[in-house]
């Protein structure tokens, strides 16, 4: 399957497991991810992720060169409702980062409320108009402007000083770190999370 849906324990996973097109999204996986999250309930937790040593270098149609499997604006705004419904999404959200993230790839990182990420893992450019707001609120105007329009790339630990991502952990290690952070969100009240979550991006929408 594309995307792997499971539940470990009290957290619902989503796994991009596209290795061969560096877990990039269409449509369909789009869709698959959307029903995810909108399926939470019982859920404490959200991790995102990938397969194959990489976290996931975009959607289909950040490859130019390439005819996308969907028209650009059906693809498009489906990225837009998957920003949206990580976001909305009643419980914490964590992106569990491992490798290359690219293109759409940065805007499930952006979207997220926790990011860990390996020091073998690397960011490169922005390219949603939809996300960049959240990018400039996380990092700063000036930041953001240079990720989405420079095309640079950026490790792990320069992600971390940035204010992209929450935490570096060694390679090999990723499991454990996302472990020891769910393992502090269970403690927690999940109405209390609710509740945190919804009030900052409240406070962001009237910004």
Request: with cysteine; net charge neutral; glycine share 10%.
């Amino acid at each position: 399957m594309a995307v792997e849906i499971d539940r470990r324990g009290s957290a619902l996973w989503i796994t991009l497991n596209r290795p061969e097109r560096h877990n990039m999204y269409d449509v369909d996986m789009a869709d698959a991810m959307l029903t995810a999250l909108y399926g939470t309930a019982g859920a404490q937790a959200v991790v995102i992720t990938g397969k194959g040593g990489v976290f996931c270098a975009g959607s289909a149609f950040d490859q130019l060169e390439e005819a996308p499997p969907a028209p650009p604006r059906e693809l498009l705004a489906t990225s837009a409702r998957l920003v949206e419904a990580i976001r909305g999404c009643p419980q914490p959200v964590l992106a569990a980062v491992d490798g290359l993230v690219a293109g759409g790839g940065n805007e499930l990182v952006v979207a997220c409320d926790f990011a860990l990420a390996t020091r073998r893992s690397s960011f490169g450019r922005m390219r949603s108009a939809r996300a960049c707001g959240l990018l400039a609120a996380q990092v700063g105007e000036r930041r953001a402007k240079e990720m989405a329009m420079l095309g640079r790339r950026y490790s792990a630990q320069q992600a971390l000083e940035m204010g992209l991502i929450n935490e570096v952990v060694p390679d090999g290690e990723l499991g454990v770190a996302v472990g020891r952070w769910l393992t502090e969100i269970h403690g927690l009240s999940p109405r209390l999370l609710e509740t945190a979550k919804s009030e900052f991006h409240a406070e962001r929408a009237t910004l």
